[in-house]
């Protein structure tokens, strides 16, 4: 497994952005497509976007398509989520994941390795 550290929550405005990082160990972070996830208070942990091995194909939850922009260096072995236009429905922990030879899915239980999360608040 892979071990994931996310960093860059806060809290914002909304009409603010934030951009998240997660960071991981290991010298095969090239093997895993990576994930974002949300949870807010008393709901599921939902999917936010999703990214393959190669950074060639994106995938983006409904709610946040054309908002969020999910990229990865993996040369730095961190993948980021870029996060514009924020509204207060996007207050939630952000957990990042990754899915050992996965091609970037949405669904939550794909994924083998889960962050510790980070706090994103959006005030109105």
């Known amino acids: 497994q892979v071990q994931l550290v996310e960093s860059g929550g806060g809290l914002v405005q909304a009409g603010g952005s934030l951009r998240l990082s997660c960071a991981a160990s290991?010298?095969?972070?090239?093997?895993?497509?990576m994930g974002w996830f949300r949870q807010a208070p008393g709901k599921e942990r939902e999917f936010v976007a999703a990214?393959?091995?190669?950074?060639?194909?994106?995938v983006y939850a409904d709610s946040v398509k054309g908002r969020f922009t999910i990229s990865r260096d993996n040369a730095k072995n961190t993948v980021y989520l870029q996060m514009n236009s924020l509204k207060p429905e996007d207050t939630a922990v952000y957990y990042c994941?990754?899915?050992?030879?996965?091609?970037?899915?949405?669904?939550?239980?794909?994924?083998?390795?889960w962050g510790q999360g980070t706090q994103v608040t959006v005030s109105s």
């Open positions: 290991g010298r095969t972070f090239k093997s895993y497509a």
């Open positions: 994941a990754a899915d050992f030879l996965g091609g970037g899915s949405p669904t939550l239980r794909e994924y083998d390795s």
């Open positions: 990214i393959s091995w190669s950074g060639s194909n994106t």
